[in-house]
């Protein structure tokens, strides 16, 4: 059965703890990045950074500043357009006990600009060293070693979660239906 991720929003902090989690344990260079007046750093996904914390700030009409955060990642499409955009063999595998959409070096002969457009959620980037297209795979080789992903572990405040599919929606419905009694204009994405 296949695995996913349930991101519970309403207790994210941005704290970044998943984002540097993944980054360590893939052991990713660090990205130069530039302070632009907000928190959004770095700007977006890129070959080293798989994993990001988005932010997003808006001000009511009382000049209130209100933050949205959303850790972005691949998610690991049960039918993923990714894969059937693929005309390499082997370019892109989905693993049977898991699920999880992998890239591998094979991606380097693929045309990037057809398997980035066939994302729904921008995901995959370039590797302009390797020419290889990169993303997360939902740490494939702790999930085999029945261990949590690297941004699951690392999350203090419980906002991601991973398990089988059916517990992941479970969970997913029962927190709305508490998350609701306070923002009734809640839902599930």
């Not at 695995?3 to 929003?9: C, G, L, M, S, Y």
């Not at 309403?10 to 990713?28: H, I, N, P, S, Y």
């Not at 419905?173 to 839902?187: G, N, T």
């Amino acid at each position: 059965m296949p695995k996913a991720f349930f991101i519970d929003t309403t207790k994210c902090t941005a704290c970044r703890g998943c984002q540097v989690g993944c980054k360590e344990w893939k052991d990713l260079p660090a990205v130069p990045t530039k302070q632009t007046g907000t928190h959004q750093n770095p700007p977006d996904l890129n070959p080293f950074n798989l994993k990001l914390v988005r932010f997003s700030e808006h001000m009511d009409k009382n000049g209130v500043v209100s933050w949205y955060f959303f850790p972005d990642q691949c998610r690991h499409c049960l039918e993923a357009p990714c894969k059937q955009a693929s005309s390499v063999e082997g370019a892109i595998i989905q693993d049977a006990a898991t699920g999880a959409v992998i890239f591998t070096e094979k991606t380097a002969k693929e045309d990037f600009e057809v398997i980035h457009g066939a994302c729904p959620y921008d995901i995959p980037r370039l590797n302009p060293a390797t020419k290889q297209i990169v993303k997360c795979d939902m740490c494939v080789d702790r999930v085999k070693a029945n261990l949590l992903p690297m941004c699951v572990k690392s999350c203090a405040m419980g906002a991601m979660n991973f398990g089988e599919r059916a517990d992941m929606l479970k969970m997913a419905a029962d927190r709305l239906v508490m998350v609701k009694k306070k923002f009734p204009k809640a839902q599930l994405c």
